[in-house]
Structures are given as C-alpha cells and as structure tokens.
C-alpha cells in the first residue's frame, strides 16, 4: 500500500512540474466547451436572405415580416433583379432568397392563387432543412394571420410537443456529451505517455530491481489519473452548468460514478497503448486512432439512429456511446442509474475487461 | 593521489555479527541463460566474498548485462544456479531484490524529482518511512556529498553527480551486495575517481560490490576480476596475478611509421598480438629473445627505424587482448 502512494505522490510532483500537461487539463476542456458552446451552434437561425419584392405591396411587406419575424430568416438586402439574386445565392451572400412576383397581392384579392418563391442554398443540408421547414410554417401562419383562407376544423388535432430540449439548443445535447470527449482524449493520452516515458528514460530498469509488484506500480501510475479525470469532468460539468447554464435533471452523484466507471475504461485504453508502444509519440498516435471512432461513431456529433447499421453495429463497441446515452441520459432527462441499466452494463463490462486485459499484460511485458 | 588510498580493501574480511550465513554474497554455479538459440551467458561460475570488489569485464554484447539481470532477480536463468545473499536466483528473485542495490548504465532516476524527492520515493519503496527514512537520506547525502543539491532537480546534476545520486539511491536500505552496471562510463577522470573512492568505502564496510567496466586501470582497482567474451568466462583472478601470468611476454617497440610496422610485426612468428599506443607498439610475444631479433631483422628490412625496444611489465589491456587473441585462436 505504502509504495502504491509512493508512486502516486511522485506521479502528482511529476503532473506538477509539467507545464505542457497541466495546461492540457485545464485548458483543453475549457477550449472544447467554448468552441461547442459558442462556436459551433447547430441551431440555425438569422439565415442571410435577399428579398426581391417586385409587388410592394401592403400584403408582400407583410410577408416578408413575417419571415424576419421568425428569427430564421435575416433580411441582407432588398434585389432589384433576378440576376442579383443568383449571384448573391452563387457566391454565397445569401443562402436563401425570397421571390415575390409583381402579381401577388393582385392574385389573392382577387381570390385566385398567387405564387411565391424562396430558393434556398441547399449546399449544406442542416439549414437548407431548417429553412424549408419554417418557410412552410411561416406561410400557413401568414395565411391564417391575413385571413386568406377559412379556419377549418381539422379532424386531427396534432400537438407535437418537444421533451428535455423545447428549445431545441444544440448546447444542450453537445456540452454534456464533452464529459465524454474530453476524458476520452486526454485520459487514455496521459496514462499512456506516463508509464511510456519511464520506458524510454530508463526509470523502469531501475524500479524493475526494486521489490515493487506490477500491481503496484499500475495502481500508482493509475491513481493521479483517475483523481485528474474527476478534477477534468467537475470543471466541465460546472462550467456546463452555470456559464452555459445547462439544466443538470438528475442525480450528481449517480453522474460521477458513472464517469468514474468510464474512465476506468479511458486508462484501462492507455495502459494498453503503453505496452504496445515504445515511445510517447507511438502511444499517443495508438490512443488518437482509437480517439476518433469513439467521437465519430458514438453519436457524439452524428445520432447513430441515423447511420447505416454496419455503422451502427460498430458503435455498440465504443464504450463513448453508452456513456454518451447515460450523461445526455442524467443530464437532460434526469434519469437514474436504473433506467440507465441497458447502458451502465455494457459500459461496467468494457471497464472490467479492459483494465484487467491490460494489467496482465503489463505485469506479462515487466515481468 | 596516494596508491595506499586507492588499493583495493582485503577481501571477506568483514563480518557484522554473525549477519550473515556465509561469507559468500553472491555465487553463480554454471550460469546460463539462452534467448532461442542465442547462449548469452554459457555456464559462468564464480564466488563473490562480503567486502569484495568484483570486476565483471568484457566487450559490449559479452553477456555482462544478462548476467547482471540474472543475479539481480530480473531475469530467470536457463540452466544452472546462483545464489545473491543466501537467496536463490531461480526460486527467490523477489527476496533478492530487498537485499540489494542497482546502479544502472544509463541514469535511471527520475530526471524531473529533485535530489531529495528521487530519494524519498526509492526510500519509500523499499519501506523506509518517516523519521528513520530521513535520518537515512541525511546520511546517504553526507557520504555522497550531494547535502549541497537536495533541491536541485536530477536532470540538472552533472554526470558525476548523478551517478553520485545513482549510488546513494542504491545504497538507501543498506544492502550488502551492490550491483554496478558501468558505472563511470562517460564519466571525466575527476568524478571517475570520486566514485572510486565512495565506491571503496562501501566495500570497506563489509558490501560486496559487482561492477562491470570498460575501463583497464578501473578494473585494476577491483579485488577479483573476470573476463567474458562471447558468454563464457575466460579468465578469473585478482589483477596482479592475472597480469604475472604474463610476465616476459610483453615487448615494447618504440618506432616509425608505426601503422606500418604494426601491421608487419604482426606477421612475424611468435607475435600473438600488437597493440598500438601513442608512439609505441606493445608486442604479445611468446619469446622475448627470439622475437627482438626478428623484429630487429624486418624492421632493417622494411625500412622502420627503431628508436628502442625492451620488455616490460604487463597490464590488464595486454591480458584481455591477449585473451582475445587466443580466442580467435580456437
């Protein structure tokens, strides 16, 4: 026991004195949660539009405030031809753009039908989606608002009603999914360079004539990590918290073990890579390999509902992905540990195999 | 400096209380260990004595090191026994490994602790604590004389100092038997020295040093010495002996161009090997007359001009290459 602290203690002076590392603990989750908390925004809103309203009519005035209104539009500028809106959408000035012909409000006093159109940028699909879909809205509600057509009683009434995110924020699904990302790069990374770098500067020959056991020393080299790890999921849980104030639903405590559980599985990763690898950089290039699946394929960005099913088929390996379910799980929809039991299992599993696979085979490689 | 100094303490004299069982530190008995079909270390016997110095000497890739890491419970032997303070190498590496100490070749501590940190954490590993692991670490620093640089971090030691640090580390739970892998290699006259002379007081006090060296006039310093060469133990002894066994063989040719003739004396009958110094040729000879004459007679010849030529005493340079040379021999 006395020469498991003995290594821990020195593994902390050694964390210490690394400036390198030290700013990696504290500046990496941080640095992540900016970028996804206000960087990239998946929300969209304030779309650039070019309006060319040859009506200008009471009506057509009306209409496009109704788009401005809705917060997904954002009026760049008002065209006064039909090339001006092709090359404003070509080079990117808008991406989407109202037509109103000179005809509209004629037609529908008229009670007959009058066309408009809104071309959108569909490059990329996310706000080609958004904004197809609330143009749509937009128009049935101006034309209820204007009172262009009956109200009608419908013989469905649809209510649809969003659940843990009414807002929709992306913030709320990608901060507490950082927990994951974070400790899945940095941990594995950390705990493989550590006991690498007493291979490559020879500590290891030296401590190999010493009476310590394997077990000890991977406890030793394990037992900083697993205290970083924590330090690294509390800041970013409460920065989530109260700079980006994501609501936290469910039980803290059950969060921390649970994060607990997966870190065991980010070291057990690490002290795999740091017996196959010679040196830091081949360790750290065996831990990024594994790095970018996880964050990929685990949904942490893309929902594996939508991947092909030998995509998703893969997933179910990646331990990121239950804990992704199990942290969105907590935190958004305050579930507890036993609604959680379909991914805690899977998770405690990996945790158990891989850490006992790679101590054996780093007693094996001392031995 | 004083010879008196340096000589080498008198061999397993020291006894500390009936400590020990025997006074034998370490023993290997037909030591051998195979990688595949690779013998590295092929049936090497010896006896170590408590107080001894014990100089392990051979080229690189002769089997020093896997005999070290046999010895010191790292590493299973394939055949044969060893014995390292009454412990045995093949059933006990663990016990062993409580009663020695380890300076290794490369500096092996940790280069980001300071002097007092490396030292508190192998302290603790081998189970010292509290006020006697300081007390200890006070002592360790005095006999080093690293009391100086507690808090300077180990990387930043010079080499000397390091290897100063090396060898307190070791020394911190009082083993009896010390295991010394090179350990001045690299090192400038000066610190070599220092060593030296720490590494007598420890064996004054009754351990047992194993060191293994490159350097002659080290190996000169050791109470036994034995020579390794391809995994066997050629040759085993204390110095003085070893180089008597070569008395009036060594012939000292002072001439020029001296490549030339190296390569010419080389040839004549009765040279079993030359060995080039600054402006002299040291010639292995099996009869001193005989083989002056011919020198005598080529150089004429070849046009060589000899400015002296007289036997002389041999050194423990002329006995390794003249074990080299016999090998090549076989």
């Known amino acids: 026991m006395r020469s498991i602290w003995a290594i821990a203690r020195k593994e902390f002076i050694q964390v210490s004195r690394d400036r390198r590392t030290l700013l990696l603990i504290i500046i990496m989750p941080m640095m992540q949660l900016m970028i996804y908390g206000y960087g990239i925004n998946t929300d969209v809103k304030h779309l650039p539009t070019y309006v060319y309203d040859q009506d200008r009519s009471y009506l057509s005035r009306r209409l496009v405030n109704a788009f401005t209104q809705s917060d997904y539009f954002i009026v760049k500028s008002q065209a006064i031809s039909l090339p001006q809106v092709y090359s404003a959408l070509d080079r990117g000035l808008a991406q989407s753009a109202l037509v109103i012909p000179p005809d509209f409000s004629a037609n529908l006093i008229k009670k007959k039908m009058a066309q408009v159109q809104l071309l959108i940028d569909g490059t990329d699909s996310t706000p080609a989606n958004v904004a197809l879909n609330s143009s749509q809205a937009i128009i049935n509600a101006f034309m209820q608002n204007e009172k262009l057509i009956p109200v009608q009683v419908l013989p469905i009434d649809f209510r649809p009603r969003l659940w843990y995110n009414p807002d929709l924020k992306s913030t709320y699904f990608m901060l507490p999914g950082l927990i994951g990302l974070v400790l899945q790069f940095l941990i594995p990374m950390m705990t493989a360079t550590a006991i690498v770098r007493e291979k490559e500067r020879g500590n290891i020959e030296q401590l190999l004539v010493t009476p310590i056991k394997p077990y000890q020393l991977i406890l030793g080299k394990i037992i900083p990590y697993i205290v970083i790890g924590m330090f690294i999921a509390t800041s970013i849980i409460t920065t989530m918290h109260f700079l980006f104030v994501v609501p936290i639903h469910g039980n803290i405590m059950t969060l921390f073990a649970l994060t607990l559980v997966f870190l065991i599985v980010c070291l057990g990763i690490g002290l795999w890579a740091s017996t196959v690898a010679d040196n830091q950089q081949q360790a750290s290039q065996i831990v990024m390999f594994f790095a970018m699946p996880s964050i990929l394929l685990s949904g942490f960005i893309f929902p594996t509902g939508a991947m092909p099913v030998w995509v998703r088929d893969i997933s179910y390996f990646i331990p990121m992905t239950y804990f992704l379910k199990i942290v969105r799980g907590i935190i958004l929809k305050g579930l507890g540990f036993f609604d959680l039991i379909d991914q805690v299992w899977p998770l405690l599993l990996m945790a158990i195999l891989v850490i006992v696979f790679s101590i054996r085979r780093f007693a094996k490689r001392m031995g | ?330």
């Not at chain 2, 008198?10 to 990688?35: Q, W």
């Not at chain 2, 170590?48 to 299973?76: E, V």
């Not at chain 2, 060594?250 to 110094?277: D, H, N, W």
Request: aromatic fraction near 8%.
């Open chain 2, 1 to 330: 400096m004083s010879e008196a100094h340096y000589s080498p303490p008198p061999a397993g004299g020291v006894r500390e209380g009936g400590f020990f069982m025997s006074d034998i530190a370490i023993s290997a008995d037909k030591l051998t260990k195979r990688f595949g079909k690779f013998t590295a270390v092929d049936e090497v016997s010896f006896e170590i004595p408590y107080g001894a110095i014990f100089g392990f000497l051979g080229a690189n890739g002769a089997g020093k090191s896997t005999t070290i890491r046999m010895l010191c419970g790292i590493l299973a032997p394939t055949s044969g026994n060893g014995k390292v303070g009454g412990f045995d190498v093949q059933t006990q590496p663990e016990q062993i490994k409580t009663v020695i100490g380890y300076v290794s070749q490369r500096f092996s501590l940790y280069s980001d602790l300071n002097v007092a940190e490396n030292l508190v954490f192998y302290g603790q590993i081998y189970g010292l604590e509290g006020a006697g692991l300081h007390e200890r670490i006070k002592e360790v620093l005095a006999l080093t004389g690293l009391d100086r640089f507690q808090e300077r971090l180990a990387g930043d030691l010079s080499g000397g100092m390091k290897q100063k640090l090396a060898i307190a580390n070791a020394i911190l739970h009082k083993p009896k038997i010390i295991f010394l892998d090179e350990p001045t290699a690299g090192l400038d006259p000066l610190s070599r020295r220092a060593i030296w002379e720490l590494l007598y007081q420890l064996a004054e006090s009754g351990t047992s040093l194993f060191v293994t060296t490159h350097y002659m006039e080290e190996a000169e310093r050791c109470n036994t010495i034995a020579f390794i060469s391809d995994g066997k133990l050629l040759k085993i002894g204390q110095p003085a002996s070893l180089r008597q066994q070569l008395h009036d063989q060594i012939l000292e040719v002072t001439c020029q161009p001296l490549m030339k003739a190296s390569r010419l004396f080389l040839k004549l009958e009765g040279v079993r090997g030359v060995t080039v110094y600054g402006t002299t040729l040291n010639l292995n000879v099996s009869d001193l007359k005989a083989v002056e004459a011919r020198v005598r007679a080529a150089a004429g010849k070849e046009g060589i001009i000899i400015t002296s030529i007289k036997p002389i005493p041999a050194s423990l340079e002329d006995v390794f290459s003249d074990l080299d040379s016999k090998k090549k021999e076989d």
